[in-house]
């Protein structure tokens, strides 16, 4: 459904008859795209005025997002916290993932009030803060994004927590402890993720560079559940269809080791993909960056890690 103009008059999306689900967060996203918040917000409210539901908390949760970054930080909070009231209504008496909306509204909820309380020289409130809703949602989907937002405020000068590598594809994984000494990069990537295929010539460009030092590059991935156009699949036909897409996309990178399990994924946060974090000869994460990242900065990130 296309988004409509704000002008005169508000045509509503959300809760018309027949409305496709989607439409109103696409709808809410596209006006914030558009710089435009208050026309977000305005259809975000028409949408609740004809009742709650898990879409309407999950637009609210984009309006939180956005006016976290225009450092709205007083408003930002306050829409989080509406969001997460909401969802959390909502998903009385039944599992937080049996919706598709909810885990959104519930998993930027907590990340905008998270880095909301950061940026206002909380930090460590905000891990508590963090910590203690890791525990509540550990068996949800959300567990990566909290525990990305932990690393995001603690990772950086600790320990790299371990790896799980009990099962892989590719060449067998060293543990990280046996690397030792070298620069590790790694690289979570997920089958369906645009944005990792594109990494992949920036990455090939880094091994070439750095091979001399002994850089080693481990491309962490997970199961989803699916397969291409978003048809379910068993786990044994979904590892099948990952390694034709790794073969396909990723085999610039030569036969790096893969890693396979979403153990990783929790352990390292990594709701975001590509995740990219850089571990020096020590075994002490020094960079961690949910997302894409240019030649330029990985060079820079790996020179300073060499340095050490």
Known sequence: MSVVKLGCALVLFAGAAGAQPGALVAAVKERLAQHDAAGAERIARAALARGASPEAAA????????????????????????????ASRLVMGRRLDDDTFLPTAQGAAIEVHAQVMAARGERPEALEYLRAQMKQYAATSIAERIGKNINLLNLEGKPAPALDVSQWLGPKPLALSALRGRPVLLFFWAHWCGDCKGEVAVLAKIQRTF????????????????????????????????????????SALGDMPVPFSAKNFVTYGASSTPTLVLIDGAGVVRYYHP???SEAELTAQIRGVLKR
Not at 60 to 83: I, M, P, T
Not at 220 to 248: D, F, H, S
């Open 59 to 86: 637009a609210l949760s984009w309006l939180a997002r956005g006016a976290l970054a225009e450092r709205k930080l007083d408003q930002a909070d306050a829409l989080a916290g509406e969001s997460a009231k909401l």
């Open 211 to 250: 091979a001399a030092e002994g850089l080693a590059v481990l491309a962490p991935t997970r199961l989803y559940g699916y397969v291409a156009g978003g048809e379910e699949a068993a786990p044994v036909v979904e590892r099948r269809y990952i390694e034709q897409v790794k073969g396909q996309f990723y």
């Open 291 to 293: 997302g894409t990242a």
